[in-house]
C-alpha cells in the first residue's frame, strides 16, 4: 500500500524532546525531497523542515533552526524530526510529506504531492 505513516508524537513539558518518525511504503521515496509540516487549530499549515533527496541538503523554518534536525535513512525508508528544547508554540498535528519533483520548499506546502495523516505533538508549561 502506498502512503506516509508517521508516529512518535506526544505530550511534553517546556524543554523536553520528541522524535517523530514517518515511514513510507509502496513507492521509491528514496529519490524524492521531504518535509515536515504542522497545523494549529485556527492556523494554516506550516513548513517545519525538509531534506532533499540526494545529497540530504535541508531546509528550516526559522522559528525551529537550532532545535530541531530532519534527517533520513532511506535503507530504514524513514524520514526523522529530532526535536529539542520543545515550546508550547510547537503544539500541533505535524505532518510528513513528499515532494516527488524536489521542485518546491517547505515554504509551499501546495508543492508537496503525498501526505501522511499525522501525528500530534502537544508542549504544555
Known amino acids: 500500500q502506498v502512503g506516509l505513516t508517521e508516529s512518535g508524537g506526544g505530550s511534553v513539558q517546556v524543554g523536553e524532546s520528541l522524535r517523530l518518525s514517518c515511514r513510507w511504503s509502496g513507492i521509491v521515496y528514496s529519490s524524492y525531497c521531504m518535509g515536515w509540516f504542522r497545523q494549529s487549530p485556527g492556523k494554516e499549515r506550516e513548513g517545519v523542515a525538509g531534506?532533499?533527496?540526494?545529497?540530504?541538503?535541508?531546509d528550516y523554518a526559522d522559528s525551529v533552526k537550532g532545535r530541531f534536525t530532519i534527517s533520513r535513512d532511506n535503507a530504514k525508508r524513514t524520514l526523522f524530526l529530532q526535536m529539542n528544547d520543545l515550546q508550547p508554540a510547537d503544539t500541533g498535528m505535524y505532518y510528513c510529506?513528499?515532494?516527488?519533483?524536489?521542485?518546491?520548499?517547505?515554504?509551499?506546502?501546495?508543492?508537496?504531492?503525498?501526505w501522511g495523516q499525522g501525528t500530534q505533538v502537544t508542549v504544555s508549561s
Open positions: 510529506a513528499a515532494d516527488t519533483k524536489c521542485m518546491s520548499s517547505i515554504r509551499s506546502a501546495a508543492g508537496f504531492e503525498l
Open positions: 531534506i532533499s533527496a540526494g545529497y540530504g541538503g535541508t
